[in-house]
């Protein structure tokens, strides 16, 4: 009861050391303005303690909300407006969006539905591995769309079932076994969940941070709303979920390739389960209508008086689930990963939309629009170079959340001061924040958990995720361009 918690040192020093040079030593260049320097040096000083991981995210958020308030960077002399300003995302309703959705999702979780859903998909593909793998993959993706958090979906909900599924085949890391077939599901199982979290906004929580980055960045002129963003991933993400499983089989072919028992397996599962209960139909109800409304169907079917913002709807579905007792209100306040992700969310919102305000964004993507334009190189090659740059600095980061917010806002203004089309441009980055997780074991949440179970070596899980991540790049950028295309988006 008397143990204090104290922060982590190094990067506490590291994090204070680099907003402290920033503030006090480092003039602001040419062209930006005092509040917009000191501003930055909250700004990396914090995204430098999340990526140290200093303290929890939420933690260092609260701090950050305290400085941008006590020095009143967004409004000097003014206490009052500096602290509005300070709390002002926790207005943006994409914030909300995604904190209410992971509430949302851990009603699959309470009823069992998430199990259910996977297990049926392995008893429909799981006479051969590779069957296993697309009923893995499928599972992921029929939950993917009302489970925001991806490391709650792969990591909580679809590893399980992948480590009873290799157990059943007598192939765990303890024994030595993973070659069996255990080691092909770990890749498969982790690496569908990058591509399944491109492909909706309600996937992954860092999904309405680019939503918002975007609209900032277009000066509201785009809007990515969850249809378009489903229309837009449909194809390359479908194209990628059925090339994945084959590339992993290709580099670590699983010695096991015929599995006549697992549907069997499957079965029992679901029998230990027994029928389906009131509260999964419940479940089921308001996840269909969730998809409805977020796809926008009342709107297409009755008109733009029946259209139901992305946001209400996910408050109309936990509604739903409060009333009927399928959750209750403490296992709302249960929920600390939807409040830390609503505290951290809105302190990053803030910061980055401020630093939009003040100037520094502009003055970032000048600076290296003009670099590029140096080298000679048209806005494709440009543009090119940007992602690449993107997707690949992710091996420097351990927070997907801190890569975006630190990196997205200015290569995105970046591409468009070469002359990318703004909404190719914001596809390809916005789609290739998910996709880059696959890169390392510590990329996002979910790559900790199934790394951890061991069934892959190091050189194993960075040599599947540097293949696939050229693979995804390819698909999402050529053939996604083109569908894109085809869609009238630019």
Known sequence: MNKLTFAAPVPTIISISLALLIWFVIPEPEGVTKEAWQLLAIFIGTIAAIIGKAMPIGAISIIAIALVALTGVTNPGKPSAALNDALSGFSNPLIWLIGISIMISHGLTKTGLGARIGYYFICLFGKKTLGIAYGLTLAELTLAPVTPSNTARGGGIIHPIMKSIANSFDSNPESGTSGKIGRYLALVNYNTNPITSAMFITATAPNPLIVSLIMKGTNSDFELTWLTWFMAALVPGILSLILMPLIVYVLYPPEIKSTPSAPQFARKKLDELGPIKLPEKIMLCVFGLLLCMWAGIPEMMLGKEYAVNATTAAFIGLSILL????????????????????????????????????????????????????????????????????????????????HITAMFAAFFAAGIALGAPPILLALILGFSSSLMMSLTHYATGTAPIIFGSGYTTLGQWWKTGFVLSISNLLIWIIIGGAWWRLLGYW
């Open 323 to 402: 009333v009927s007792g399928v959750l209750s209100w403490d296992d709302l306040l249960a929920q600390k990963g939807a409040w830390d992700t609503i505290v951290w969310f809105a302190a990053l919102v803030m910061m980055a939309s401020f630093l939009g305000k003040l100037g520094l964004i502009d003055w970032l993507s000048q600076s290296v629009g003009s670099s590029i334009t140096k080298m000679g190189m048209s806005w494709v090659g440009g543009t090119i170079l940007l992602v690449l740059i993107y997707v690949y600095s992710h091996y420097f980061f351990a927070s997907t959340t801190a």
